[in-house]
């Protein structure tokens, strides 16, 4: 069975920084693009950013381009999100989800995890 | 970017009945790359259709996904409570991925 388990979120001020990190189990995690998705409180999905299995190809969302960056150790199943320069409109849960394809190309999400909670706010 | 448009936004059946949601694209998808998802109070989305019309592992077959282009259409042929949640769309056509706003299905 596939399992992801998400930790990290915190309560931080505007300007903090925060890593997350997804271990992923139950499946060969080097053969399977990692993604970020979030959702601000009450409000809808949003793809935050994506990395392929071997880790050479990272993209994304306009909106987080230079503040996050993702990057993944596939010796320890794991997954990261380091969030520099945090904004108040980055408050979500923010969600690991599991690509069916290696390719550093963002397809669908075939499992996902229970997500943590980031609150940014002074 | 693709813009997703779901309808209606809330959805209000009784068990037993069908339900038909909508999903329309600002521009037409590439192979038909569009999901959906559910996702119940408290918890994280679970993927039910890929590629248009592909029922994922484990979704029952009362699930069912059709169109092409622009026009999607999620449709759940025996409702049961356990329906009741809120469904979203993705594109992953186009670059970036993109999801809808969702459709809440409350279950009368």
């Known amino acids: 069975e596939v399992q992801l388990l998400e930790s990290g979120g915190d309560l931080l001020q505007p300007g903090g920084s925060l890593r997350l990190s997804c271990v992923g189990s139950?499946?060969?995690?080097?053969?399977?693009?990692m993604n970020w998705v979030r959702q601000a409180p009450g409000k809808g999905l949003e793809w935050v950013s994506g990395?392929?299995?071997?880790?050479?190809?990272?993209n994304y969302a306009d909106s987080v381009k230079g503040r996050l960056t993702i990057s993944r150790d596939n010796s320890k199943n794991t997954v990261y999100l380091q969030m520099n320069n945090l904004r108040a409109d980055d408050t979500a849960v923010y969600y690991c989800?599991?690509?069916?394809?290696?390719?550093?190309?963002?397809?669908?999400?075939?499992?996902w995890g229970q997500g943590t909670l980031v609150t940014v706010s002074s | 970017e693709i813009v997703l448009t779901q309808s209606p936004g809330t959805l209000s059946l009784s068990p037993g009945e069908r339900a038909t949601l909508s999903c329309r694209a600002s521009?037409?998808?590439?192979?038909?790359?569009l999901a959906w998802y559910r996702q119940k109070a408290g918890q994280a989305p679970r993927l039910l259709i890929y590629?248009?019309?592909s029922r994922a592992t484990g979704t029952p077959d009362r699930f069912s996904g059709s169109g092409s282009g622009t026009d999607f259409t999620l449709t759940i042929s025996r409702l049961e409570p356990e329906d009741l949640a809120v469904y979203y769309c993705?594109?992953?056509?186009?670059?970036?991925?993109?999801f809808g706003q969702g459709t809440k299905l409350e279950i009368k």
């Open positions: 989800a599991k690509d069916p394809n290696t390719s550093g190309r963002t397809d669908y999400f075939d499992s």
């Open positions: 139950g499946f060969s995690f080097n053969n399977y693009a």
């Open positions: 990395i392929s299995g071997g880790g050479a190809t990272k």
């Open positions: 521009q037409s998808i590439s192979s038909n790359y």
């Open positions: 590629g248009a019309s």
């Open positions: 993705q594109q992953y056509g186009s670059s970036p991925t993109s």
